[in-house]
C-alpha cells in the first residue's frame, strides 16, 4: 500500500457544508459560491485518501 492511502475513510459531519464557513447567498453571491467551492474541494481532499471506498454521513439539522 502506497503511503497516505487507507482502505476506507469515513467523513462523519453535522452538516455539509458547514453554516459558519458559507456566506449567505443573499449576502454576496460571488463569495457564496467562492465558499461553496471550498467546502467542495475539502470533502474531496477528506475522501482521496481512500484506496476501496469513502464513507460520508451528515445529517440535517433538527427544525
Known amino acids: 500500500m502506497r503511503e497516505g492511502l487507507c482502505r476506507c475513510v469515513a467523513v462523519i459531519g453535522g452538516g455539509l457544508p458547514l453554516a459558519s464557513a458559507v456566506t449567505l447567498a443573499v449576502l454576496g453571491r460571488v ?3 467562492s465558499d461553496m467551492l471550498s467546502e467542495r474541494s475539502l470533502l ?3 475522501c482521496t485518501p481512500a484506496r476501496e471506498a469513502p464513507a460520508i454521513s451528515w445529517h440535517e439539522p433538527l427544525p
Open 44 to 46: 474531496f481532499v477528506a
Open 31 to 33: 463569495q457564496y459560491e
